[in-house]
């Protein structure tokens, strides 16, 4: 999934929990933000590696421990692996699961293309169109008001 996407599914989730939708948002960006530029540097060769294994579970878990912050960034990591997961699986590529075993294990055909290659690569899979439907509803709730702890704008 695109990341704007991730973003936007944790603030959604801070919407509809009791969780800190910014906690959310920093734990759903972190996989991103740790991997591309190891991945763009050359560091490793995959763009999925350390911050989308999910061999960090124990790490998170840990961090879970600091209270409401805490749990709210181990759950916005764990949806990001979530939504990386469902994509590739949507895609067609199951085997591309293997990467959140990261380094024990990678997929046999690794996606080793950076982010700009990945849109283009990206435009038109299925996955992509399911990105386009969740869009479309967050934004019609957001509009009729109807967002999961937002006051509609209608009275009575």
Same mark, same amino acid.
């Given at each position: 999934?695109?990341?704007?996407?991730?973003?936007?599914?944790?603030?959604?989730? %801070?919407?509809?929990?009791? +969780? /800190?939708?910014?906690?959310?948002? *920093? $734990?759903?960006?972190? /996989?991103?933000?740790?991997?591309?530029?190891? #991945?763009?540097?050359?560091?490793?060769? +995959?763009?999925?590696?350390? $911050? @989308?294994?999910? !061999?960090?579970?124990? +790490?998170? *878990?840990?961090?879970?421990?600091? $209270?409401? &912050?805490? *749990?709210?960034?181990?759950?916005?990591? #764990?949806? @990001? !692996?979530?939504?990386?997961?469902? @994509?590739?699986?949507?895609?067609?590529?199951?085997?591309?699961?293997?990467?959140? +075993?990261? &380094?024990?294990?990678?997929?046999?055909?690794?996606? #080793?293309?950076?982010? %700009?290659?990945?849109?283009?690569?990206?435009?038109?899979?299925?996955?992509?169109?399911?990105?386009?439907?969740?869009?479309?509803?967050?934004?019609?709730?957001?509009?009729?008001?109807?967002? /999961?702890?937002?006051?509609?704008?209608?009275? %009575?």
């Amino acid at each position: 999934m695109l990341f704007p996407t991730h973003l936007a599914a944790a603030a959604a989730l %801070g919407l509809a929990s009791r +969780l /800190p939708t910014p906690w959310l948002v *920093v $734990g759903a960006a972190l /996989p991103d933000l740790i991997d591309k530029p190891l #991945g763009a540097s050359g560091f490793v060769e +995959l763009y999925h590696s350390v $911050g @989308h294994s999910a !061999l960090l579970a124990p +790490l998170f *878990v840990l961090i879970a421990l600091y $209270g409401r &912050p805490g *749990v709210a960034v181990a759950v916005g990591w #764990g949806s @990001h !692996l979530c939504l990386d997961a469902f @994509h590739v699986v949507i895609n067609g590529r199951p085997g591309h699961t293997l990467a959140f +075993l990261w &380094p024990l294990a990678e997929s046999a055909d690794p996606l #080793g293309i950076p982010p %700009g290659a990945f849109f283009q690569y990206y435009v038109g899979t299925p996955s992509f169109y399911v990105e386009i439907l969740l869009w479309l509803v967050l934004v019609a709730a957001f509009v009729a008001g109807r967002l /999961p702890g937002r006051p509609s704008s209608r009275s %009575g």
